[in-house]
């Protein structure tokens, strides 16, 4: 079990450097525990991980191919998307005016 001290307080991301040790340390062989104590991160934060950077391929140890490149693109793809229900949303909330014949306004966040 990993030690308090070395573990990151509050929700940060990881950046390339730490998914680059990831992959460096899992292709080795290494197991979470140990991946989590060299980073600083919880456990179940390197399995979360390990699962963002699947590229569906085995390794010579049966393990799956972790990719820290895909890691990377996938964690800045749901930073953009998030809290979005649409990929294509430009952040804005659109609705219909049932008054104006049926033209999309902007919003103005008041209740009707």
Known sequence: ???KANVRRGAKDLQLFERKRIEQMHSAGHSAEEIAVEIGVCYVTIYRELKRGD???MDELGRRVYD???AQRKAALARRNKG???PENDGRCRRRD???GGEARQDSGQQV
């Open 1 to 3: 079990m990993e030690s």
């Open 55 to 57: 590229t569906g391929e």
């Open 84 to 86: 979005s229900k649409n």
């Open 68 to 70: 820290a490149e895909l």
């Open 98 to 100: 049932k008054n104006a």
